[in-house]
């Protein structure tokens, strides 16, 4: 190896060493000055732990408002004399006085009455509170009301109940329903009873008004209310002329079917008493329905489809054909009238009156000028039905009921029908045939035993009926 190589080789290796003392240098320097500097910053540090803290005295959130009023950054101090200073609570005395327009009824109440109460520290002391507890379960709602806008808190409570029953006994007090004349039987003497004038107020109304006034606070301010006058509809003088009887029917029953007598019975209770003021009409089966069990009535014969059949109500028909002759006997207007559609056992063509659901129904106008009274009831024997008011008629007025046959009408051509319940080869008759008929029902009125006329009162038109026998296809066993 030449004499250059050796030279720069030497050179290099001396500036790698070179290099590394002054690294090692350096952070031997760095070492001590941290070593150094150490006992200085942790004491400064641990001055600023051992420090007394400043304590901050709570102040209300920016959208805080109590009673209305803005306490946004103020102390519960400076939010108490803000208030107190604005704000008269003071609960001597009366807080409202009500009084009809008319000023014959007058009501005077105390806040203890209503319950009204002030509680100025507590609503600041819940304000300067809300939103900031983090621990509270209601903590972020608190915190989202704030975050959404104002956030108001009530300096006054009272008792909503306790306002709404003193407005009810007023309420109580002043209202009275319009009674209408009527008529009490005793004795078999009818006595009339007064009509009565009604009034009422309007409570929801003075309810509203005695609430707002204390959510105003507008105490010892006087609230007037109005009575309503309603007068009854029939007075005294809708029984003017009333005389008695004016018409009556006795309809025949015999024994031995207690439900069909226990529907007699019902139909009966359901009209007996009943008044019909005059011009107002009056609806069998407003009285009668519903036709259940639950109503009184029985499962009992009855007409369906042409046969007669068990159903709930049956024979209740009795009564609204006797109440139909009374009525006729009695002369007053028959709006609604219908008849079956075959002859019934206790009332010949004509004479009858049927009810169905709410399409069927006897119904009479009062046209006498004066009220009518009904009565009925159950003999062992007879429904019987008695028209009370005013006789319109002359004395020597008498009446005669005649039905007319008009004509007949045919039976279709019988049928056949099967029936799986009957032995094969057994026939059964289960409907007999029978002619259709039409009937006229006339009323012939005398006068001290002369005819004077003679009245066409209805068609009825009862509908022929076709045989049907049932043919038996039960196999024997």
């Not at 309420?171 to 009527?182: D, M």
């Amino acid at each position: 190896m030449d004499n250059k190589k050796v030279r720069r080789k030497k050179k290099k290796n001396n500036s790698v060493y070179m290099t590394a003392a002054l690294a090692a240098a350096f952070v031997v320097l760095a070492v001590v000055l941290i070593m150094a500097r150490r006992p200085v910053m942790s004491m400064y540090y641990q001055w600023k732990l051992d420090r007394p803290i400043e304590e901050k005295t709570p102040v209300m959130d920016k959208n805080m408002l109590i009673d209305g009023r803005s306490v946004a950054g103020m102390t519960r101090e400076e939010a108490l004399d803000l208030i107190n200073s604005q704000v008269d609570s003071n609960t001597e005395g009366n807080i409202v006085k009500i009084t009809s327009s008319d000023k014959k009824h007058t009501y005077e109440y105390t806040f203890q009455d209503f319950d009204v109460k002030f509680d100025i520290e507590g609503a600041v002391d819940r304000a300067l509170d809300f939103g900031k507890n983090s621990k509270k379960e209601s903590w972020w709602r608190e915190f989202k009301a704030l975050e959404g806008g104002n956030v108001n808190m009530a300096i006054m409570s009272y008792s909503r109940p306790k306002i709404t029953s003193f407005v009810n006994a007023i309420a109580s007090e002043i209202n009275v329903e319009a009674k209408n004349a009527g008529l009490v039987r005793q004795n078999g003497v009818f006595t009339v009873t007064k009509s009565a004038t009604g009034y009422a107020i309007d409570k929801d109304k003075l309810l509203s008004d005695v609430i707002s006034l204390v959510e105003n606070r507008e105490f010892g301010k006087e609230i007037s209310f109005d009575i309503k006058v309603t007068e009854p509809k029939y007075t005294d003088k809708d029984f003017e002329g009333f005389t008695g009887l004016i018409g009556t029917y006795a309809s025949p029953y015999t024994g031995g079917d207690d439900a069909r007598i226990q529907n007699l019975k019902n139909g009966c209770a359901k009209i007996n008493g009943v008044i019909v003021y005059p011009n107002e009409i009056f609806s069998t089966n407003d009285h009668f329905n519903p036709c259940t069990e639950a109503n009184g009535w029985a499962s009992a014969g009855t007409i369906v489809n042409g046969k007669i059949e068990d159903s709930v109500g049956g024979g209740m028909c009795q009564v609204s054909s006797a109440l139909y002759m009374a009525l006729l006997n009695a002369e007053v207007e028959i709006t609604e009238r219908h008849n079956h559609s075959m002859k019934v056992g206790y009332a010949n063509y004509g004479f009858d009156a049927t009810l169905a659901g709410d399409y069927k129904d006897l119904k009479f106008k009062n046209d006498t000028g004066c009220a009518i009274y009904m009565e009925a009831y159950t003999t062992g024997s007879n429904v019987v039905v008695n028209i009370y008011g005013k006789e319109i008629h002359p004395a020597g007025r008498t009446l005669k009921f005649e039905n007319k046959f008009i004509e007949s009408k045919d039976p279709p051509d019988p049928i056949e029908k099967y029936d799986d319940t009957l032995p094969e080869g057994t026939n059964k008759i289960d409907t007999t045939a029978m002619k259709g008929v039409t009937y006229e029902l006339y009323k012939n009125v005398y006068e001290n035993g002369v005819l004077k006329e003679t009245v066409k009162v209805n068609t009825s038109v009862y509908s022929p009926r076709r045989q049907v026998t049932l043919i038996g296809t039960k196999k024997p066993e």
